[in-house]
C-alpha cells in the first residue's frame, strides 16, 4: 500500500476520535491537506476502472459505481463513480462533516446551506419537508483542485454532476459521522433526497423520495487498500486501549 494512502488513513482515525476534540480543527486541515494530495494511483486503481465500457444484458453500466473502502462509527471511507452526464441527486449529510476529492475527470459540485444562526444549535429532523437555505457558489473540482468540504453548518446539502468531456468522473469521500451512524434521541442517520423551489425570494428544499434514475452498482476494492484500512483500525484501536489503562 502507498505511504500517502496509509498517512489519510491515519489522520483520519486522529482527527475523528473523540479523544481529540480540543485538536480537532487543526486535525481536520491536516487531514484536508493530506486528502487534497490523493490520486486515484495512491488507491492501486488501474485507469481501465474510469472507461465509460458498457456491460451487461441492458448494454450500459448503472449510472454511478460505488466501492467500499472502510466504515466505522467514527467515519466511512468510499469511492464513487459517476458516468457521463450522470449525478448524485441533491441528498444532505445531517451533521456531518465531509471532504470530497476528485481523482479523475471533472465534477460539479452545487452546495447549499441551511439558513440558521451561528449560536443557534444543530438539530435533526427525522421527516424533513421544506428546509430553508442559501444557496452557496457552485464547487468545479477536478484532480488539480482542493477538497470540496462540508461541515455540520456549511454546504451540507449538494448534488454532484459529472461534466466534461471525459465521459467518467470519479471522486474519494470522507464523511463523519458516516450515514447510520447513531444519534442519541433520533438513531440512525438517514440520507434524504430534495428537490430546490423558491417560494418568493425564499430558496427552500422540498424533501422527495430517493429518485429513480439514481443506482450503483458495486465495484471490488483493491485488497491492498482493505489491507491498509485493517492495519490502521487496528494500529487505532491499539492506542485506545493502551491510554486506557
Given at each position: 500500500?502507498?505511504t500517502?494512502?496509509?498517512?489519510?488513513?491515519?489522520?483520519?482515525?486522529?482527527?475523528?476520535?473523540?479523544?481529540?476534540?480540543a485538536?480537532f480543527?487543526?486535525?481536520?486541515?491536516?487531514?484536508?491537506?493530506?486528502?487534497?494530495?490523493?490520486?486515484?494511483?495512491?488507491?492501486?486503481?488501474?485507469?481501465?476502472?474510469?472507461?465509460?465500457?458498457?456491460v451487461?444484458?441492458?448494454?450500459?453500466?448503472a449510472?454511478?459505481?460505488?466501492?467500499?473502502?472502510?466504515?466505522?462509527?467514527?467515519?466511512s471511507?468510499?469511492?464513487?463513480?459517476?458516468?457521463?452526464?450522470?449525478?448524485?441527486?441533491?441528498?444532505?449529510?445531517?451533521?456531518?462533516?465531509?471532504?470530497?476529492?476528485?481523482?479523475?475527470g471533472q465534477?460539479?459540485?452545487?452546495?447549499?446551506?441551511?439558513q440558521?444562526?451561528?449560536?443557534?444549535?444543530?438539530?435533526?429532523?427525522?421527516?424533513?419537508?421544506?428546509?430553508?437555505?442559501?444557496?452557496?457558489?457552485?464547487?468545479?473540482v477536478?484532480?488539480?483542485?482542493?477538497?470540496?468540504?462540508?461541515?455540520?453548518?456549511?454546504?451540507?446539502?449538494?448534488?454532484?454532476?459529472?461534466?466534461?468531456n471525459?465521459?467518467?468522473s470519479?471522486?474519494?469521500?470522507?464523511?463523519?459521522?458516516?450515514y447510520?451512524?447513531?444519534?442519541p434521541?433520533?438513531?440512525?442517520?438517514?440520507?434524504?433526497?430534495?428537490?430546490?423551489?423558491?417560494?418568493?425570494g425564499?430558496?427552500?428544499?422540498?424533501?422527495?423520495?430517493?429518485?429513480?434514475?439514481?443506482?450503483?452498482?458495486?465495484?471490488?476494492?483493491?485488497?491492498?487498500?482493505?489491507?491498509?484500512?485493517?492495519q490502521?483500525?487496528?494500529?487505532?484501536?491499539?492506542?485506545?486501549?493502551?491510554?486506557?489503562?
Amino acid at each position: 500500500m502507498t505511504t500517502h494512502f496509509t498517512n489519510v488513513l491515519r489522520q483520519a482515525f486522529k482527527t475523528f476520535d473523540r479523544a481529540n476534540h480540543a485538536s480537532f480543527n487543526a486535525n481536520l486541515q491536516h487531514l484536508r491537506q493530506l486528502t487534497d494530495e490523493l490520486t486515484h494511483r495512491d488507491l492501486h486503481l488501474r485507469e481501465e476502472l474510469f472507461r465509460n465500457v458498457d456491460v451487461g444484458v441492458s448494454g450500459r453500466r448503472a449510472p454511478c459505481s460505488y466501492m467500499h473502502i472502510f466504515e466505522d462509527e467514527h467515519f466511512s471511507m468510499s469511492l464513487f463513480i459517476v458516468r457521463e452526464r450522470s449525478d448524485i441527486p441533491l441528498h444532505d449529510h445531517p451533521m456531518m462533516f465531509g471532504l470530497l476529492r476528485c481523482i479523475w475527470g471533472q465534477l460539479l459540485v452545487q452546495s447549499y446551506s441551511q439558513q440558521m444562526g451561528a449560536d443557534d444549535s444543530l438539530t435533526y429532523d427525522p421527516h424533513p419537508t421544506l428546509v430553508k437555505v442559501n444557496a452557496e457558489e457552485p464547487n468545479l473540482v477536478t484532480p488539480d483542485s482542493p477538497c470540496a468540504v462540508l461541515t455540520p453548518r456549511r454546504r451540507n446539502y449538494h448534488q454532484i454532476t459529472q461534466t466534461g468531456n471525459g465521459g467518467v468522473s470519479a471522486f474519494f469521500d470522507i464523511l463523519s459521522p458516516p450515514y447510520d451512524a447513531d444519534m442519541p434521541v433520533y438513531g440512525p442517520r438517514q440520507c434524504r433526497f430534495y428537490s430546490p423551489r423558491a417560494d418568493g425570494g425564499q430558496l427552500q428544499l422540498q424533501c422527495i423520495p430517493s429518485p429513480a434514475t439514481y443506482y450503483c452498482d458495486v465495484v471490488e476494492t483493491p485488497e491492498s487498500v482493505l489491507e491498509a484500512a485493517f492495519q490502521c483500525a487496528d494500529e487505532a484501536y491499539n492506542a485506545a486501549n493502551a491510554s486506557e489503562t
